[in-house]
């Protein structure tokens, strides 16, 4: 007999994937075995919970609602058998992990490493993406997020801005000129980073002082991708805004060189979330910690 919470599972992340294959590559199952699953919920229920053509499956009215029911109970059940650990000092466990993408494969990489090390019985399960996950509905315990916050009942703990510079290439100032001030890059292609959800930023800001400076610029190119934007930044295409960590190889080895160094780009808000009413998980508490440490504001 199947063990009906695996079959519950298996339920949910077939609705979720929109196949068997979907939820089978995510359970590390053979789709037949996640179709094993969801045919032994059905025939104990005495009725149909997905709909299944050749072309697309969809919930029936009794799946909708039973797909919300389990996951409430898995929910409820993950809960309970981490009352052991909760209850331990121990890390121990898979944790998921939302993050931006540059942020998370350069900044974050070598502390998600080093945490690992640390806590042997750990898991990591990072997602890089930059749109905003929802991380109630998509299951993510911590996420990183950079830019302003909605309004919301997660817990947010605030950390070290997320620092920029502008740099372009030798070759490209030599020929276009060295901008002075901010004002000069109106008359420079400006590489733009575009975002998933909005176009790319139009507006840069520089402070000197208690001064803040805006500018409007302007590029014929933009990326939704780091490494391809500072590609074109090192064949002197033009002038990258980037983050810091990102472009410091390219600046250390002279490939790049900063420009308006006088000024200071402002650094975008970044912060950790998690939800605020879960009980923490050994793992979990000891990553925010350790994140915190590494990352956390001055």
């Known amino acids: 007999m199947m063990d009906r919470l695996t079959s519950m599972g298996a339920f949910v992340m077939a609705a979720e994937s929109g196949s068997y ?3 089978a590559e995510r359970l590390g199952l053979s789709p037949q075995m996640v179709a094993k699953h969801v045919a032994a919920l059905e025939q104990r229920l005495g009725a149909r919970l997905l709909n299944r053509t050749t072309r697309r499956q969809s919930l029936t009215e009794l799946g909708s609602a039973y797909y919300e029911r389990c996951k409430h109970i ?3 059940a993950q809960a309970a058998d981490s009352l052991a650990q909760i209850m331990s000092d121990t890390p121990r466990g898979k944790l998921k992990v939302s993050a931006p993408v540059t942020f998370g494969s350069y900044s974050l990489m070598p502390f998600v490493t080093e945490f690992l090390r640390q806590h042997p019985e750990v898991e990591i ?3 890089l993406t930059d749109r905003f996950v929802d991380l109630v509905e998509e299951g993510y315990e911590v996420t990183f997020r950079i830019g302003p916050l909605a309004t919301s009942s997660l817990t947010a703990r605030p950390l070290a801005p997320y620092r920029l510079v502008a740099c372009a290439t030798p070759g490209y100032l030599a020929d276009r000129g060295v901008p002075q001030i901010p004002g000069d890059l109106m008359h420079h292609e400006c590489l733009g980073y575009a975002y998933w959800s909005r176009p790319a ?3 840069w800001v520089f402070c000197k002082g208690s001064a803040v400076e805006r500018v409007q610029v302007g590029s014929r190119l933009q990326v939704n991708e780091s490494k391809a934007l500072l590609s074109a930044a090192l064949d002197g295409f033009g002038i990258v805004l980037g983050p ?3 472009l ?6 002279g490939e790049l060189v900063r ?3 006088d000024y200071q780009a402002p650094g975008r808000p970044m912060h950790l979330l998690y939800t605020a009413n879960r009980q923490r998980t ?3 508490r000891r990553f925010i910690e350790a994140a915190l440490v590494r990352f956390g504001a001055p």
Not at 248 to 253: I, N
């Open 21 to 23: 294959a979907g939820a």
């Open 74 to 76: 898995l929910s409820e």
């Open 125 to 127: 399960d990072l997602h």
């Open 201 to 203: 930023d139009r507006e």
């Open 244 to 246: 810091q960590d990102f």
């Open 248 to 253: 410091e190889p390219a600046l250390r080895s």
């Open 259 to 261: 420009v308006l160094a």
């Open 282 to 284: 050994a793992k979990l």
